[in-house]
């Protein structure tokens, strides 16, 4: 009997134990948690455990929350796993995460501050590491792809070890059948904001995610990773007794109108975590550079590139609507007359903004490019003058380096480039950039953008 009870003690003490290490805090649709040999259907509050997998079906929608705050959005179609999660101090704390198949967005939390060196992303065909970010990871077959929303992150391939950094802003796909590799720019018009954003500034937040998401996906995804008030979604009030530094969190539920505080910013702001841990979370902004559009006439919109959480303004572009193309070299190749084009800019400094009106003339006969810019003040500096000999090459390209100013800033240079749009050159569009001396005495700058259009030569 001793012996019987003895060998019992031993099978207990070796028997494997999982502790919660994140919690569901936010479901849609049907998914379940592959557990050893269990199915577990996944419910809204259910505990994940360390190795444990999480397959959803197609249109489902899963968001975990773990202990450090690592938030992970699971989309439809996906296998996502844990195989490895400690969360300690500096030199103990590590995490493992496997997507074998579909798509998850995440914004890491503490150990990506205290031990991002020990935070790995693992597909089947590379290894991505982090530096504290906001990122979206797709694997479709063979191809593994990594969207940097925020901060940065790095892929390591398989194949031959190579590196390959992705910056916030960045998209790289890899292709590990055909080993190809390519980085392109990602298009956000939009801005992501720390907790509790306006409702406006909520739907641009959601508009963030799924312009992400499109991008990385296949195009027919309808914001497959976003959450939105109004979406039937439900979110729980949980907490691990064995231990009160876990995550308290309480969400909106089905029941509160589309107009209530996000549920990602609710749980953000209540917790029981360690004050220092909250301050730190809550003071967090997500730095995404994102496009503010000025405006836009019949062929081109203008504006340029800014930072939410330092408020300086950079970039200036412009971009062709839908179904606008420039004009092909060979209709210009025929043009002998003249068009006149009238329209607006808008020029940036720092974190000052102003917008202004622009005139340009282009004579297709002589090659020449003149015109002036007006009603244009920034920051106290009166930037109008006048711009001539520029010149229009063959294929339409516009450059100008000779400015004469109107204002109370002096000696102004610079340049001014753009290109034309339209079958008949009815559109030009472009950016500038301006140097000179303000009334101050002190030297002082600007760039833009602007459009412009007129009936063509």
Same mark, same amino acid.
Request: cysteine-free.
């Given at each position: 009997?001793?012996?019987?009870?003895?060998?019992?003690?031993?099978?207990?003490?070796?028997?494997?134990?999982?502790?919660?290490?994140?919690?569901?805090?936010?479901?849609?649709?049907?998914?379940?948690?592959?557990?050893?040999?269990?199915?577990?259907?996944?419910?809204?509050? *259910?505990?994940?455990?360390?190795?444990?997998?999480?397959?959803?079906?197609?249109?489902?929608?899963?968001?975990?929350?773990?202990?450090?705050?690592?938030?992970?959005?699971?989309?439809?179609?996906?296998?996502?796993?844990?195989?490895?999660?400690?969360?300690? *101090?500096?030199?103990?704390?590590?995490?493992?995460?496997?997507?074998?198949?579909?798509?998850?967005?995440?914004?890491?939390?503490?150990?990506?501050?205290?031990?991002?060196?020990?935070?790995?992303?693992?597909?089947?065909?590379?290894?991505?590491?982090?530096?504290?970010?906001?990122?979206?990871?797709?694997?479709?077959?063979?191809?593994?792809?990594?969207?940097?929303?925020?901060?940065?992150?790095?892929?390591?391939?398989?194949?031959?070890?190579?590196?390959?950094?992705?910056?916030?802003?960045?998209?790289?796909?890899?292709?590990?059948?055909?080993?190809?590799?390519?980085?392109?720019?990602?298009?956000?018009?939009?801005?992501?904001?720390?907790? *509790?954003?306006?409702?406006?500034?909520?739907?641009?937040?959601?508009?963030?995610?799924?312009?992400?998401?499109?991008?990385?996906?296949?195009?027919?995804?309808?914001?497959?990773?976003?959450?939105?008030?109004?979406?039937?979604?439900?979110?729980?009030?949980?907490?691990?007794?064995?231990?009160?530094?876990?995550?308290?969190?309480?969400?909106?539920?089905?029941?509160?109108?589309?107009?209530?505080?996000?549920?990602?910013?609710?749980?953000?702001?209540?917790?029981?975590?360690?004050?220092?841990?909250?301050?730190?979370?809550?003071?967090?902004?997500?730095?995404?550079?994102?496009?503010?559009?000025?405006?836009?006439?019949?062929?081109?919109?203008?504006?340029?590139?800014?930072?939410?959480?330092?408020?300086?303004?950079?970039?200036?572009?412009?971009?062709?609507?839908?179904?606008?193309?420039?004009?092909?070299?060979?209709?210009?190749?025929?043009?002998?007359?003249?068009?006149?084009?009238?329209?607006?800019?808008?020029?940036?400094?720092?974190?000052?903004?102003?917008?202004?009106?622009?005139?340009?003339?282009?004579?297709?006969?002589?090659?020449?490019?003149?015109?002036?810019?007006?009603?244009?003040?920034?920051?106290?500096?009166?930037?109008?003058?006048?711009?001539?000999?520029?010149?229009?090459?063959?294929?339409?390209?516009?450059?100008?380096?000779?400015?004469?100013?109107?204002?109370?800033?002096?000696?102004?240079?610079?340049?001014?480039?753009?290109?034309?749009?339209?079958?008949?050159?009815?559109?030009?569009?472009?950016?500038?950039?301006?140097?000179?001396?303000?009334?101050?005495?002190?030297?002082?700058?600007?760039?833009?953008?602007?459009?412009?259009?007129?009936?063509?030569?």
């Amino acid at each position: 009997m001793l012996t019987r009870i003895l060998l019992m003690v031993l099978l207990v003490l070796s028997t494997p134990t999982f502790a919660s290490i994140a919690n569901v805090s936010a479901i849609k649709g049907d998914a379940v948690i592959l557990r050893g040999d269990q199915k577990l259907p996944i419910h809204l509050g *259910d505990a994940i455990e360390e190795k444990d997998q999480i397959k959803t079906s197609n249109e489902t929608k899963v968001q975990i929350i773990f202990k450090d705050r690592t938030i992970v959005t699971i989309g439809k179609n996906t296998l996502f796993s844990v195989p490895e999660y400690v969360y300690g *101090d500096a030199k103990t704390s590590k995490v493992e995460f496997k997507l074998s198949k579909g798509v998850f967005k995440s914004m890491t939390g503490k150990i990506g501050e205290i031990a991002k060196q020990r935070f790995k992303i693992k597909t089947a065909t590379a290894t991505i590491g982090i530096r504290g970010t906001i990122y979206i990871v797709r694997v479709q077959g063979d191809k593994t792809q990594l969207s940097t929303l925020d901060g940065a992150t790095y892929m390591q391939l398989n194949s031959n070890g190579a590196v390959y950094d992705v910056p916030a802003g960045k998209s790289l796909d890899y292709d590990a059948k055909s080993g190809s590799v390519s980085v392109k720019d990602l298009t956000i018009k939009t801005v992501m904001i720390q907790t *509790d954003p306006p409702q406006s500034e909520k739907d641009q937040l959601s508009d963030a995610i799924e312009a992400q998401t499109d991008d990385v996906g296949n195009g027919n995804d309808s914001n497959p990773l976003g959450f939105n008030a109004g979406d039937g979604y439900m979110t729980a009030r949980t907490k691990n007794k064995d231990n009160p530094n876990d995550v308290y969190l309480e969400g909106m539920t089905n029941t509160q109108p589309a107009g209530g505080d996000d549920f990602v910013s609710t749980m953000v702001a209540d917790s029981n975590l360690p004050t220092e841990t909250d301050g730190q979370l809550n003071q967090t902004t997500i730095e995404i550079p994102y496009q503010v559009v000025a405006g836009k006439d019949s062929y081109n919109e203008y504006g340029y590139w800014a930072d939410k959480n330092s408020a300086q303004l950079s970039t200036p572009f412009t971009n062709p609507l839908p179904g606008i193309a420039e004009t092909p070299a060979s209709t210009i190749s025929g043009f002998t007359g003249s068009a006149a084009y009238s329209g607006n800019l808008v020029a940036i400094s720092g974190s000052n903004q102003a917008t202004g009106t622009l005139l340009m003339q282009v004579n297709f006969g002589t090659n020449k490019v003149s015109g002036s810019m007006t009603d244009l003040t920034l920051a106290g500096n009166k930037w109008d003058n006048i711009f001539t000999n520029g010149t229009v090459s063959s294929s339409g390209a516009i450059s100008v380096s000779n400015f004469s100013s109107n204002g109370n800033v002096s000696g102004i240079t610079g340049n001014l480039n753009g290109k034309l749009y339209g079958n008949n050159a009815q559109g030009v569009a472009g950016t500038f950039n301006l140097n000179g001396t303000a009334a101050s005495g002190g030297s002082t700058s600007a760039s833009g953008s602007y459009v412009a259009h007129g009936g063509g030569p």
